[in-house]
Protein backbone atom coordinates (compact mmCIF):
# COMPACT_ATOMS: atom_id res chain seq x y z
CA UNK A 1 0.00 0.00 0.00
CA UNK A 2 1.66 3.48 -0.77
CA UNK A 3 0.42 6.66 0.71
CA UNK A 4 -2.30 7.91 -2.20
CA UNK A 5 -3.83 4.12 -1.55
CA UNK A 6 -3.87 4.46 2.62
CA UNK A 7 -5.22 8.07 2.65
CA UNK A 8 -8.16 6.86 0.05
CA UNK A 9 -8.69 3.94 2.28
CA UNK A 10 -8.72 6.21 5.45
CA UNK A 11 -11.43 8.88 3.92
CA UNK A 12 -13.29 5.22 2.83
CA UNK A 13 -13.08 4.10 6.45
CA UNK A 14 -14.60 7.08 8.00
CA UNK A 15 -17.30 7.26 5.25
CA UNK A 16 -18.57 4.04 6.18
CA UNK A 17 -18.13 5.03 10.08
CA UNK A 18 -20.35 7.78 11.67
CA UNK A 19 -20.55 5.64 14.59
CA UNK A 20 -18.73 3.42 16.77
CA UNK A 21 -21.09 0.87 15.72
CA UNK A 22 -20.41 1.19 11.87
CA UNK A 23 -16.32 1.98 12.38
CA UNK A 24 -16.22 -1.60 14.58
CA UNK A 25 -18.48 -3.43 11.61
CA UNK A 26 -15.64 -2.01 8.94
CA UNK A 27 -12.73 -2.94 11.20
CA UNK A 28 -14.30 -6.36 11.85
CA UNK A 29 -14.73 -6.86 7.96
CA UNK A 30 -11.48 -5.92 7.37
CA UNK A 31 -10.15 -8.30 9.66
CA UNK A 32 -12.01 -11.35 8.35
CA UNK A 33 -10.94 -10.94 4.83
CA UNK A 34 -6.97 -11.10 5.80
CA UNK A 35 -8.06 -14.27 7.83
CA UNK A 36 -8.63 -13.25 11.33
CA UNK A 37 -11.00 -15.56 13.13
CA UNK A 38 -13.38 -14.09 15.18
CA UNK A 39 -13.59 -15.65 19.03
CA UNK A 40 -16.33 -15.26 21.20
CA UNK A 41 -16.04 -13.81 24.80
CA UNK A 42 -18.29 -16.57 26.23
CA UNK A 43 -17.12 -19.48 24.58
CA UNK A 44 -13.92 -21.46 25.41
CA UNK A 45 -10.71 -20.73 23.28
CA UNK A 46 -8.30 -23.05 21.60
CA UNK A 47 -5.86 -20.52 20.02
CA UNK A 48 -3.25 -21.32 17.53
CA UNK A 49 0.64 -20.58 18.12
CA UNK A 50 0.52 -18.67 15.00
CA UNK A 51 -3.38 -17.37 14.78
CA UNK A 52 -5.00 -14.28 14.20
CA UNK A 53 -8.20 -13.65 16.03
CA UNK A 54 -10.55 -10.72 16.80
CA UNK A 55 -13.42 -9.99 19.58
CA UNK A 56 -15.85 -7.72 20.07
CA UNK A 57 -18.17 -6.16 23.29
CA UNK A 58 -21.19 -3.93 22.64
CA UNK A 59 -20.19 -3.85 18.97
CA UNK A 60 -18.62 -0.37 19.56
CA UNK A 61 -15.42 -2.05 20.96
CA UNK A 62 -12.90 -4.74 19.39
CA UNK A 63 -9.58 -6.21 19.94
CA UNK A 64 -7.21 -8.09 17.65
CA UNK A 65 -4.06 -9.74 17.82
CA UNK A 66 -1.78 -12.03 15.57
CA UNK A 67 0.29 -14.33 18.00
CA UNK A 68 3.11 -14.62 15.01
CA UNK A 69 3.97 -18.45 16.37
CA UNK A 70 5.86 -16.76 18.95
CA UNK A 71 6.61 -17.64 23.16
CA UNK A 72 5.03 -14.90 24.25
CA UNK A 73 6.91 -15.00 27.69
CA UNK A 74 10.15 -14.50 25.65
CA UNK A 75 8.81 -11.88 22.80
CA UNK A 76 5.99 -10.05 24.67
CA UNK A 77 3.50 -8.08 22.79
CA UNK A 78 3.46 -4.75 20.95
CA UNK A 79 -0.02 -3.19 21.61
CA UNK A 80 -1.30 0.33 19.99
CA UNK A 81 -4.64 1.48 21.12
CA UNK A 82 -7.10 3.71 19.66
CA UNK A 83 -10.73 4.90 20.09
CA UNK A 84 -13.77 4.58 18.11
CA UNK A 85 -16.08 7.40 19.77
CA UNK A 86 -16.12 10.91 18.89
CA UNK A 87 -18.05 14.19 20.27
CA UNK A 88 -21.89 14.00 19.02
CA UNK A 89 -25.52 14.85 19.33
CA UNK A 90 -27.11 11.67 20.43
CA UNK A 91 -30.70 11.24 20.11
CA UNK A 92 -32.65 11.34 23.16
CA UNK A 93 -34.90 8.52 24.10
CA UNK A 94 -38.44 10.48 23.87
CA UNK A 95 -36.72 12.64 21.41
CA UNK A 96 -40.04 13.65 19.53
CA UNK A 97 -40.67 17.46 19.65
CA UNK A 98 -43.66 19.57 17.63
CA UNK A 99 -42.92 22.94 17.84
CA UNK A 100 -44.40 25.64 15.86
CA UNK A 101 -45.51 22.80 12.96
CA UNK A 102 -41.70 21.56 13.28
CA UNK A 103 -40.69 18.00 13.93
CA UNK A 104 -37.37 18.00 15.65
CA UNK A 105 -35.93 15.47 17.90
CA UNK A 106 -34.28 16.32 21.13
CA UNK A 107 -30.38 15.59 21.41
CA UNK A 108 -27.93 15.33 23.85
CA UNK A 109 -24.21 16.54 24.05
CA UNK A 110 -22.04 13.13 23.30
CA UNK A 111 -18.57 14.15 25.08
CA UNK A 112 -16.66 17.53 24.96
CA UNK A 113 -18.09 18.95 21.19
CA UNK A 114 -17.38 21.99 19.64
CA UNK A 115 -21.22 22.93 18.81
CA UNK A 116 -21.11 26.57 16.95
CA UNK A 117 -19.86 23.99 13.32
CA UNK A 118 -23.12 22.01 14.02
CA UNK A 119 -25.07 24.67 12.69
CA UNK A 120 -26.13 25.26 9.25
CA UNK A 121 -24.98 21.45 8.39
CA UNK A 122 -26.30 18.75 6.36
CA UNK A 123 -27.07 15.79 9.21
CA UNK A 124 -28.15 12.53 8.37
CA UNK A 125 -28.56 9.82 11.38
CA UNK A 126 -27.03 6.49 11.92
CA UNK A 127 -26.64 3.86 15.29
CA UNK A 128 -27.86 0.79 16.60
CA UNK A 129 -31.24 -0.08 16.46
CA UNK A 130 -32.95 -2.75 18.61
CA UNK A 131 -36.85 -4.37 17.73
CA UNK A 132 -38.52 -7.53 18.32
CA UNK A 133 -39.52 -9.82 15.50
CA UNK A 134 -42.86 -11.87 15.74
CA UNK A 135 -41.57 -14.93 17.36
CA UNK A 136 -40.79 -12.58 20.03
CA UNK A 137 -36.43 -12.58 19.50
CA UNK A 138 -34.80 -9.85 19.93
CA UNK A 139 -32.37 -8.51 17.25
CA UNK A 140 -29.98 -5.38 17.22
CA UNK A 141 -29.48 -3.86 13.95
CA UNK A 142 -27.50 -1.05 12.34
CA UNK A 143 -29.05 1.40 10.61
CA UNK A 144 -27.92 4.52 8.62
CA UNK A 145 -29.84 6.87 6.66
CA UNK A 146 -27.25 8.23 4.67
CA UNK A 147 -29.05 11.00 3.36
CA UNK A 148 -29.26 14.54 4.68
CA UNK A 149 -32.29 14.45 7.01
CA UNK A 150 -32.28 17.13 9.27
CA UNK A 151 -30.47 21.04 9.84
CA UNK A 152 -29.73 23.40 13.02
CA UNK A 153 -30.17 26.74 11.31
CA UNK A 154 -29.01 29.32 12.98
CA UNK A 155 -30.63 32.29 14.18
CA UNK A 156 -30.18 35.43 11.70
CA UNK A 157 -27.83 38.10 12.61
CA UNK A 158 -30.63 40.37 12.50
CA UNK A 159 -32.46 38.97 15.56
CA UNK A 160 -28.68 38.60 17.51
CA UNK A 161 -27.11 41.20 16.76
CA UNK A 162 -24.12 40.65 19.32
CA UNK A 163 -23.78 36.77 17.41
CA UNK A 164 -20.34 37.69 16.31
CA UNK A 165 -19.09 38.83 19.93
CA UNK A 166 -20.97 36.79 22.72
CA UNK A 167 -22.90 33.90 21.66
CA UNK A 168 -23.58 31.22 23.75
CA UNK A 169 -24.61 27.81 23.19
CA UNK A 170 -27.47 26.40 25.19
CA UNK A 171 -27.85 22.56 24.92
CA UNK A 172 -31.17 22.06 25.25
CA UNK A 173 -32.91 24.40 23.67
CA UNK A 174 -30.70 25.57 21.30
CA UNK A 175 -29.77 22.35 19.40
CA UNK A 176 -32.37 20.21 18.09
CA UNK A 177 -32.59 19.08 14.47
CA UNK A 178 -35.26 20.30 12.33
CA UNK A 179 -36.51 17.32 10.14
CA UNK A 180 -39.80 18.26 8.95
CA UNK A 181 -42.44 21.07 8.42
CA UNK A 182 -45.31 18.98 9.59
CA UNK A 183 -48.10 21.40 11.44
CA UNK A 184 -49.85 19.08 13.93
CA UNK A 185 -49.39 16.07 12.52
CA UNK A 186 -47.69 13.30 14.90
CA UNK A 187 -44.36 11.78 13.85
CA UNK A 188 -43.21 8.50 15.79
CA UNK A 189 -39.39 7.92 15.73
CA UNK A 190 -39.46 4.84 15.84
CA UNK A 191 -41.97 4.09 13.30
CA UNK A 192 -39.46 5.81 11.06
CA UNK A 193 -36.74 3.27 12.22
CA UNK A 194 -38.74 0.61 11.54
CA UNK A 195 -38.80 1.80 7.95
CA UNK A 196 -34.94 2.37 7.33
CA UNK A 197 -34.65 -1.38 9.07
CA UNK A 198 -36.88 -2.80 6.03
CA UNK A 199 -35.37 -0.98 3.95
CA UNK A 200 -32.03 -2.10 4.58
CA UNK A 201 -32.61 -5.14 5.56
CA UNK A 202 -35.70 -6.20 3.25
CA UNK A 203 -35.98 -9.97 4.73
CA UNK A 204 -36.45 -8.98 7.91
CA UNK A 205 -39.49 -8.97 10.15
CA UNK A 206 -39.51 -6.42 12.85
CA UNK A 207 -42.53 -6.57 15.23
CA UNK A 208 -41.98 -3.43 17.06
CA UNK A 209 -38.57 -1.19 17.28
CA UNK A 210 -37.96 -1.19 21.01
CA UNK A 211 -35.09 1.17 21.87
CA UNK A 212 -31.95 2.89 19.65
CA UNK A 213 -28.73 4.45 20.80
CA UNK A 214 -28.39 6.62 17.19
CA UNK A 215 -26.59 10.38 16.57
CA UNK A 216 -26.55 12.82 14.48
CA UNK A 217 -23.56 13.01 11.82
CA UNK A 218 -22.33 15.56 9.09
CA UNK A 219 -23.48 13.94 5.30
CA UNK A 220 -20.07 16.11 3.73
CA UNK A 221 -17.86 13.65 2.84
CA UNK A 222 -13.56 13.38 3.93
CA UNK A 223 -12.18 15.16 1.28
CA UNK A 224 -8.12 15.89 0.49
CA UNK A 225 -7.83 19.56 0.18
CA UNK A 226 -5.19 22.49 0.14
CA UNK A 227 -3.54 24.38 -2.52
CA UNK A 228 -1.20 21.51 -2.97
CA UNK A 229 -3.45 18.70 -1.31
CA UNK A 230 -2.01 18.71 1.78
CA UNK A 231 -4.71 18.08 3.41
CA UNK A 232 -7.75 15.80 4.99
CA UNK A 233 -10.73 17.82 6.13
CA UNK A 234 -13.07 15.40 7.89
CA UNK A 235 -15.55 14.18 10.39
CA UNK A 236 -14.42 11.57 13.19
CA UNK A 237 -10.49 11.93 12.32
CA UNK A 238 -10.17 12.13 16.43
CA UNK A 239 -9.51 8.98 16.66
CA UNK A 240 -10.47 7.00 13.51
CA UNK A 241 -7.78 7.77 11.96
CA UNK A 242 -5.53 6.36 14.70
CA UNK A 243 -7.76 3.19 14.40
CA UNK A 244 -6.97 3.31 10.25
CA UNK A 245 -3.51 3.46 11.02
CA UNK A 246 -3.37 0.93 13.80
CA UNK A 247 -5.62 -1.64 11.89
CA UNK A 248 -3.40 -1.20 8.34
CA UNK A 249 0.04 -1.92 10.46
CA UNK A 250 -1.68 -4.69 12.02
CA UNK A 251 -2.47 -6.65 8.73
CA UNK A 252 0.91 -5.32 7.36
CA UNK A 253 2.82 -6.98 10.18
CA UNK A 254 3.50 -11.03 10.66
CA UNK A 255 6.74 -11.31 12.26
CA UNK A 256 5.99 -10.59 16.10
CA UNK A 257 2.85 -10.56 18.77
CA UNK A 258 1.15 -7.60 17.97
CA UNK A 259 -2.74 -6.38 19.51
CA UNK A 260 -4.80 -3.54 18.43
CA UNK A 261 -7.65 -2.37 20.40
CA UNK A 262 -9.87 0.19 19.51
CA UNK A 263 -12.17 1.20 22.26
CA UNK A 264 -15.63 3.20 22.70
CA UNK A 265 -16.41 5.96 25.20
CA UNK A 266 -12.77 7.88 25.30
CA UNK A 267 -14.53 10.92 25.09
CA UNK A 268 -16.50 10.91 28.40
CA UNK A 269 -13.93 9.23 30.05
CA UNK A 270 -13.52 5.27 29.40
CA UNK A 271 -15.89 4.35 32.40
CA UNK A 272 -18.20 1.77 30.91
CA UNK A 273 -17.87 -2.57 29.85
CA UNK A 274 -16.36 -1.21 26.45
CA UNK A 275 -14.15 1.48 27.62
CA UNK A 276 -10.46 1.65 28.54
CA UNK A 277 -11.63 1.19 32.18
CA UNK A 278 -13.50 -1.74 31.12
CA UNK A 279 -11.97 -4.98 31.16
CA UNK A 280 -11.59 -6.26 27.83
CA UNK A 281 -7.50 -5.77 26.96
CA UNK A 282 -7.30 -7.29 30.07
CA UNK A 283 -9.18 -10.41 29.73
CA UNK A 284 -8.37 -10.72 26.59
CA UNK A 285 -4.75 -10.75 27.27
CA UNK A 286 -5.17 -13.11 30.55
CA UNK A 287 -6.48 -15.37 28.12
CA UNK A 288 -3.71 -15.39 25.74
CA UNK A 289 -1.13 -15.48 27.68
CA UNK A 290 -2.42 -18.70 30.07
CA UNK A 291 -1.60 -17.39 33.77
CA UNK A 292 -1.17 -14.87 35.83
CA UNK A 293 2.40 -15.58 35.82
CA UNK A 294 2.73 -15.65 32.68
CA UNK A 295 0.32 -12.64 32.57
CA UNK A 296 3.09 -10.80 34.74
CA UNK A 297 6.21 -11.47 32.39
CA UNK A 298 4.86 -10.83 29.30
CA UNK A 299 3.56 -7.36 30.32
CA UNK A 300 6.95 -6.73 31.62
CA UNK A 301 8.58 -7.22 28.06
CA UNK A 302 5.53 -5.69 26.10
CA UNK A 303 4.45 -2.10 25.31
CA UNK A 304 1.43 -0.14 24.60
CA UNK A 305 0.87 2.84 22.03
CA UNK A 306 -1.84 4.88 23.31
CA UNK A 307 -2.56 5.94 19.63
CA UNK A 308 -4.95 9.98 19.62
CA UNK A 309 -4.76 12.75 17.82
CA UNK A 310 -2.63 15.79 19.17
CA UNK A 311 -3.32 19.91 19.24
CA UNK A 312 -1.06 21.10 15.76
CA UNK A 313 -0.39 24.74 16.37
CA UNK A 314 -2.81 26.92 15.09
CA UNK A 315 -1.47 29.87 13.19
CA UNK A 316 -4.22 31.88 13.97
CA UNK A 317 -3.75 30.95 18.38
CA UNK A 318 -0.11 30.23 18.45
CA UNK A 319 -0.24 31.65 21.87
CA UNK A 320 -2.07 28.49 22.99
CA UNK A 321 1.35 26.41 23.17
CA UNK A 322 4.28 26.17 24.70
CA UNK A 323 6.46 28.00 22.14
CA UNK A 324 8.89 25.12 21.76
CA UNK A 325 6.06 22.35 21.83
CA UNK A 326 3.73 23.74 18.46
CA UNK A 327 3.46 20.64 16.77
CA UNK A 328 3.37 21.31 12.90
CA UNK A 329 1.00 19.65 10.53
CA UNK A 330 2.76 17.42 8.32
CA UNK A 331 5.92 17.16 10.12
CA UNK A 332 5.39 13.48 11.66
CA UNK A 333 3.69 12.13 14.73
CA UNK A 334 3.68 13.99 18.11
CA UNK A 335 5.00 12.29 21.31
CA UNK A 336 2.95 13.68 24.45
CA UNK A 337 4.31 14.20 27.39
CA UNK A 338 2.89 15.26 31.05
CA UNK A 339 4.48 15.68 34.13
CA UNK A 340 1.45 14.85 36.48
CA UNK A 341 0.96 11.78 33.96
CA UNK A 342 -2.21 12.92 32.05
CA UNK A 343 -0.11 10.89 29.22
CA UNK A 344 1.46 8.22 30.01
CA UNK A 345 4.81 8.64 28.37
CA UNK A 346 8.28 8.28 29.99
CA UNK A 347 11.84 8.64 28.45
CA UNK A 348 12.14 4.59 28.34
CA UNK A 349 8.82 4.69 25.82
CA UNK A 350 9.47 7.85 24.16
CA UNK A 351 13.25 6.50 22.85
CA UNK A 352 11.57 3.84 21.78
CA UNK A 353 8.59 5.15 19.66
CA UNK A 354 11.62 8.06 18.43
CA UNK A 355 13.59 4.73 17.30
CA UNK A 356 10.40 3.51 15.43
CA UNK A 357 10.30 6.48 13.56
CA UNK A 358 13.89 6.47 13.18
CA UNK A 359 14.08 2.82 11.73
CA UNK A 360 11.08 3.65 9.47
CA UNK A 361 12.18 7.64 7.87
CA UNK A 362 9.57 9.16 9.68
CA UNK A 363 9.58 12.57 10.99
CA UNK A 364 8.72 12.85 15.13
CA UNK A 365 7.45 15.85 17.38
CA UNK A 366 6.87 16.22 20.81
CA UNK A 367 4.00 17.93 22.59
CA UNK A 368 3.41 19.59 25.82
CA UNK A 369 0.68 21.85 27.22
CA UNK A 370 1.23 24.91 28.44
CA UNK A 371 2.26 25.39 31.98
CA UNK A 372 -0.82 27.11 32.62
CA UNK A 373 -2.78 25.53 31.10
CA UNK A 374 -4.76 22.02 31.76
CA UNK A 375 -4.33 19.19 29.50
CA UNK A 376 -6.75 16.66 28.68
CA UNK A 377 -6.02 12.94 29.16
CA UNK A 378 -6.29 9.31 27.30
CA UNK A 379 -6.17 5.73 27.23
CA UNK A 380 -2.66 4.95 27.67
CA UNK A 381 -2.32 5.99 31.51
CA UNK A 382 -5.58 4.10 31.98
CA UNK A 383 -4.08 0.82 30.16
CA UNK A 384 -0.56 1.30 31.79
CA UNK A 385 -2.05 1.34 35.48
CA UNK A 386 -4.34 -1.62 34.82
CA UNK A 387 -2.09 -3.47 32.67
CA UNK A 388 1.26 -2.59 34.51
CA UNK A 389 2.40 -1.94 31.29
CA UNK A 390 4.92 0.63 29.79
CA UNK A 391 3.49 2.91 27.75
CA UNK A 392 4.12 5.99 25.31
CA UNK A 393 0.93 8.61 24.14
CA UNK A 394 1.75 9.62 20.52
CA UNK A 395 -0.48 11.25 17.80
CA UNK A 396 -1.34 12.57 14.82
CA UNK A 397 -1.69 16.71 14.88
CA UNK A 398 -4.94 17.80 14.25
CA UNK A 399 -6.89 21.34 13.54
CA UNK A 400 -10.28 21.82 14.86
CA UNK A 401 -10.35 18.47 17.06
CA UNK A 402 -13.91 17.84 18.13
CA UNK A 403 -15.64 20.06 15.59
CA UNK A 404 -17.75 18.16 13.24
CA UNK A 405 -15.04 18.31 10.45
CA UNK A 406 -11.55 18.30 12.02
CA UNK A 407 -8.16 18.87 10.08
CA UNK A 408 -5.21 16.92 9.14
CA UNK A 409 -2.56 16.47 7.50
CA UNK A 410 -1.99 14.12 4.17
CA UNK A 411 1.10 13.04 5.27
CA UNK A 412 0.79 12.28 9.16
CA UNK A 413 -1.81 9.23 8.82
CA UNK A 414 0.64 7.76 6.56
CA UNK A 415 3.95 8.62 8.86
CA UNK A 416 1.63 7.34 11.90
CA UNK A 417 1.48 3.93 10.19
CA UNK A 418 4.62 3.19 9.44
CA UNK A 419 6.02 4.38 12.58
CA UNK A 420 3.64 1.77 14.33
CA UNK A 421 4.30 -1.30 11.44
CA UNK A 422 8.03 -0.32 12.66
CA UNK A 423 6.82 -1.38 16.27
CA UNK A 424 4.80 -3.61 15.46
CA UNK A 425 7.68 -5.70 13.15
CA UNK A 426 10.23 -4.63 15.79
CA UNK A 427 12.29 -7.74 17.55
CA UNK A 428 12.73 -6.06 21.16
CA UNK A 429 10.60 -3.42 22.61
Same mark, same amino acid.
Request: hydrophobic share 40%; proline share 5%.
Given at each position: ?38 ? #? ?28 ? @? ?14 ? =? ?11 ? +? ?34 ? #? ?10 ? +? ?36 ? @? ?39 ? /? ?62 ? /? ?44 ? @? ?38 ? /? =??? /? ?49
Amino acid at each position: MDQAAFNQGLMAFIAASPTPFHAVAVLEQALQDAGYQQL #DEGAEWSLEKSGCYYVTRNDSSICAFSLAG @KDLVSAGVRMVGAHTD =SPCLKVKPQAEII +KKGYLQLGVEVYGGVLLNPWFDRDLSLAGRVSFEQP #DGVLVHRLIDFR +KPLAVIPSLAIHLDREVNTSRSINAQTDLPPILLRCDD @KKMDLRSLLKQQLLFQYPDLAVSEVLDYELGFYDTQPPAVV /GLEQQFIAAARLDNLLSCYAGLQSLLASKQQPCLLICNDHEEIGSVSTSGAQGTLLRSVLERIT /GSDEHFSRVMDRSVFVSADNAHGVHPNFSSKHDEEHGPLINNGPVI @KVNSNQRYATNSVTSALFRQCCQRSKVPVQSFVMRSDMAC /G =STI /GPLTATKLGVRAVDVGVPTFAMHSIRELAGSDDGWYLHRALSALFDSETV
